[in-house]
C-alpha cells in the first residue's frame, strides 16, 4: 500500500484497528517483519575476542556484536569527521515531528539498560582501557534507573516499612506538596543510607548550588539533566500510588510483596508505553503498534537480552536536543539545565511535562550538532574504532536495507555528500557512526533510516522478550487487582502524569508529536 497517499493509508488503517482480530494479525505481522530483518541471539561474538569462545557466550559484561570486527587500514581522524556533524553557520535545524518530551523519554529508558562502562564503576582487576567494550547492564528493561540495578541498590531505595499505610513504598519526601524522591547528599555528603548507589555522573562538576538538589536515585544517569529526573520522579509517584492500592486490597501481605508486586506492574507499564508510546512517535507506520505478549511467545527470537555495542552507539542523538529548553514559561539555555533538579522542584511535576512538550526537538541528522557536544561525536566515532565495528554499508546489508551505491544514497545535501566524499574512499568505508547520522531522515519520522530500523528491532526483540511478560507469567496474579487495571489502563505517559499530580493533568498538553506535526 506504499503507492497510496498516507492519509489514505492511516484511513484505510484505521478500519483495520477498529476489528481487533484483524488489529492484532496486522500488529504481530508488523512486529515480526521488523525484527526478523536481523540475526535472532544469541550473537556469535562480544567485544572481549574476535572469535567464538565460551566467556564470549556467557559473559555479558562484554557487549554484544551484531556483526564481527572488521578493523580499516588509515581511517579518517575522528577530529577531522567532527565537521559532518558541526553546524552549518550554527544554525540548528528543527524537527518537524518531535517535541522533546521524545529525546527525554529516549534517554531515560537507553540510561537504563545501555550501559556502556563509566570511569567510576571499572571492576577491579579490569583493564580501563577496554572499558567502552563493556557495560554495566542487566540487559533488561527493569526500570533500574528507579529501582536500582542491585539488589542492594534496591533496598537502599525502599522505605521498608510493614506498618499500615507505608507497606511496599519507595522513600521520598514532600516538597511544595508534591512527592519526590529523597536528597542523596546531607550536609554537603552521600548521606550514609545511599552509599551503596552508584555515584551520580557528573558529581566532580556539583556545585553548592546544584548538589543539594541531587536526588537519591537507582540511576547514575538519571539526575543529568532535570526532564530526566522528572521521568523517575513520575514513576516513583506510580509506583507508591500502586502500592497503596495493592495494600489497601492485600491488608495480609508483607512489606516485600506490596512492594514486588506494585515494581511488576510498573515495569510492564514502562514497557507498554515504549511500545504504545515511543515506538508509535518514531515509526511512519499508518496504524499503531501495540505491546502485545503474545507476539514473542512462539516467536524464534524470543531469546534473553545482551545489549550490542552497535546499540550503544547508534542511541547518540545529542543533535536532538535544542539550544533552550522550556521551565516554567521560560526557554532557558541548555548548558543552565545540567544537574540542575530545582528546575523541576521550584516549577512542579505538571509543569515540568507541560515545558518539555511545549519545546521544539531539534532534527537529528549531519551538521546539527551543538559546538559543545561535537567532542560526544568524535568519542562516539573513536570507540567505534576501538570496538573495530564494520561499516556503514555492511550494517545496512545486514539489517535488509541496500548497501549504498553512492554517497549520495547515504545523504542528498551535496555538502554533506562531499564531506562523505573527502574523507572516505568509497561508501563501503563510511564508518558505522558516521554514516547512521549522515543518513537522510525518514520521511513522518524523526530518525534516519538505519538508525529507526534498528531502534525498532532492538525495542521489540528486548522489550517484549522481558520475563514479566512471558507465557505464564503475564496474568493477573502477577501484578494484583489494581496492578492489572493500572497496565491495561495506559499506553502513553499522559496517562501516568494524569493519575499523579493534584487534579490531574486536565486540558495539559503532554505528548511526543508536536499537535502542530502534520504527515509528509
Not at 530483518?37 to 562480544?46: G, I, K, N, T, Y
Not at 500502586?242 to 491488608?251: F, N, R, Y
Request: overall charge neutral.
Amino acid at each position: 500500500m506504499s503507492f497510496l497517499p498516507y492519509s489514505v493509508q492511516k484511513a484505510v488503517f484505521s478500519i483495520v484497528e477498529a476489528i481487533p482480530f484483524l488489529a492484532k494479525r496486522v500488529n504481530r505481522w508488523a512486529i515480526n517483519r521488523v525484527v526478523n530483518r536481523a540475526r535472532p541471539r544469541p550473537h556469535p561474538l562480544s567485544t572481549e575476542r574476535d572469535y567464538v569462545w565460551w566467556g564470549g557466550l556467557t559473559d555479558r559484561r562484554w557487549s554484544g556484536r551484531h556483526l564481527p570486527p572488521r578493523p580499516r587500514a588509515n581511517p579518517a581522524d575522528p577530529e577531522d569527521l567532527a565537521t559532518l556533524f558541526r553546524r552549518k553557520d550554527g544554525k540548528q535545524r528543527m524537527c518537524p515531528k518531535s517535541t522533546c518530551l521524545f529525546p527525554a523519554f529516549a534517554q531515560y529508558l537507553t540510561d537504563g539498560f545501555i550501559r556502556t562502562e563509566s570511569e567510576d564503576l571499572v571492576p577491579a582487576g579490569e583493564d580501563p582501557t577496554h572499558r567502552l567494550k563493556r557495560n554495566t547492564s542487566n540487559h533488561e528493561i527493569d526500570l533500574c534507573p528507579l529501582y536500582g540495578r542491585t539488589r542492594a541498590q534496591t533496598l537502599a531505595l525502599r522505605l521498608r516499612s510493614d506498618e499500615k499505610g507505608r507497606k511496599g513504598r519507595l522513600a521520598s519526601q514532600m516538597i511544595n506538596g508534591e512527592e519526590y524522591a529523597p536528597f542523596l547528599y546531607k550536609d554537603g555528603k552521600v548521606n550514609p543510607q545511599f552509599d551503596v548507589l552508584d555515584p551520580p555522573l557528573g558529581q566532580s562538576t556539583l556545585d553548592d548550588t546544584r548538589r543539594p538538589t541531587i536526588f537519591a536515585f537507582g540511576g547514575d544517569r538519571a539526575n543529568s539533566v532535570p526532564q530526566v529526573a522528572m521521568l523517575n520522579t513520575l514513576f516513583l509517584r506510580e509506583h507508591n500510588r500502586l502500592a497503596a492500592e495493592i495494600e489497601a486490597d492485600h491488608l495480609d501481605w508483607d512489606d516485600d510483596r506490596v512492594f514486588e508486586t506494585a515494581r511488576n506492574a510498573v515495569i510492564v507499564m514502562f514497557i507498554k508505553i515504549v511500545v504504545e508510546d515511543y515506538i508509535n512517535h518514531i515509526s511512519p507506520l499508518p496504524f499503531s503498534l501495540r505491546a502485545d505478549p503474545s507476539v514473542a511467545w512462539n516467536a524464534p527470537w524470543n531469546k534473553p537480552n545482551w545489549i550490542t555495542t552497535e546499540f550503544s552507539l547508534l542511541y547518540r542523538w545529542h543533535a536532538l536536543i535544542p539550544d533552550a529548553l522550556k521551565w516554567g514559561g521560560e526557554k532557558r539555555p541548555v548548558h543552565t539545565t545540567f544537574m540542575n533538579n530545582a528546575l523541576l522542584i521550584d516549577h512542579g511535576l505538571l509543569a515540568a511535562f507541560s515545558g518539555i512538550s511545549d519545546t521544539q526537538a531539534a532534527e537529528l541528522g549531519p551538521c546539527n550538532t551543538a559546538e559543545p557536544l561535537l567532542h560526544i561525536e568524535v568519542a562516539s566515532i573513536k570507540q567505534d574504532r576501538d570496538c573495530a565495528l564494520a561499516s556503514f554499508s555492511d550494517y545496512c546489508d545486514y539489517m535488509s536495507q541496500r548497501r549504498p551505491a553512492n554517497f549520495e544514497a547515504i545523504s542528498s545535501d551535496p555538502e554533506v555528500a562531499g564531506l562523505l566524499r573527502q574523507f572516505y574512499d568509497g561508501p563501503r568505508d563510511v564508518d558505522f557512526h558516521v554514516g547512521l547520522f549522515c543518513e537522510d531522515r525518514v520521511p513522518n519520522s524523526p530518525l534516519p533510516s538505519l538508525v529507526l530500523k534498528f531502534v525498532a528491532l532492538d525495542a521489540f526483540s528486548q522489550a517484549l522478550t522481558n520475563p514479566l511478560l512471558s507465557r505464564h507469567v503475564f496474568k493477573r496474579s502477577t501484578f494484583s487487582g489494581p496492578g492489572w487495571r493500572a497496565i491495561n489502563r495506559t499506553e502513553t505517559l499522559r496517562d501516568v502524569v494524569d493519575r499523579n499530580v493534584t487534579g490531574g493533568a486536565g486540558d495539559t498538553f503532554i505528548g511526543m508529536t508536536r499537535p502542530a506535526w502534520t504527515p509528509e
